[in-house]
């Protein structure tokens, strides 16, 4: 009977120690995001809905984050590391993507609830060669605001606002 109670506050204690356990300082600009998040995307009413369900988490002991997200159930899909690169004094990420391009990018903190990335895009077949993303988490939810690099005109903004979310991320 000890043992089992032994065991059960072990387990109880390493769980809590796991859940409590800290980002680097440089990546704590993140630690409101981790979690699950799901954005459905303002379309016109003749096209398909869109829903983007993103999950953030800590990886690496800290030294990382680890983004995995998917469109509409698997239909794209993307996973990205994000780190504190020691070489260029930045926050440095890459993100592979089911639809065969993969980018590579810097990000830069505006303050404690916004930062920007700066991406370029390889091998993307519909002509986008940079992304740049602002994203701002406040109130619970955090707005991303997009424009792409495409065939050599940058796009208008696209905003969308992400919020808790109990669905899981699939791909296919």
Do not use: C
């Not at 000890?2 to 980002?23: C, D, H, P, R, Y």
């Not at 409101?32 to 002991?61: C, I």
């Not at 983004?67 to 504190?84: A, P």
């Amino acid at each position: 009977m000890m043992k089992k109670f032994g065991l059960a506050i072990l387990v109880v204690f390493s769980t809590l120690s796991w859940a409590n356990e800290k980002l680097n300082e440089e990546l704590s600009v993140f630690t409101p995001y981790l979690g699950t998040w799901q954005s459905d995307f303002d379309v016109p009413s003749d096209k398909p809905k869109m829903q983007d369900v993103s999950h953030w988490e800590r990886a690496l002991n800290g030294t990382a984050i680890r983004t995995l997200h998917s469109i509409n159930d698997g239909m794209y899909g993307g996973e990205s590391l994000i780190f504190w690169d020691k070489s260029k004094n930045s926050l440095v990420f890459y993100y592979f993507t089911t639809a065969g391009f993969y980018t590579q990018g810097t990000m830069e903190v505006l303050n404690q609830s916004e930062f920007v990335a700066y991406e370029e895009v390889i091998n993307n077949k519909d002509g986008i060669t940079k992304v740049k993303s602002t994203s701002k988490f406040e109130s619970g939810q955090f707005t991303v605001s997009t424009q792409y690099l495409k065939n050599g005109e940058w796009t208008e903004p696209e905003s969308r606002i992400y919020t808790k979310s109990d669905k899981k991320v699939k791909f296919k």
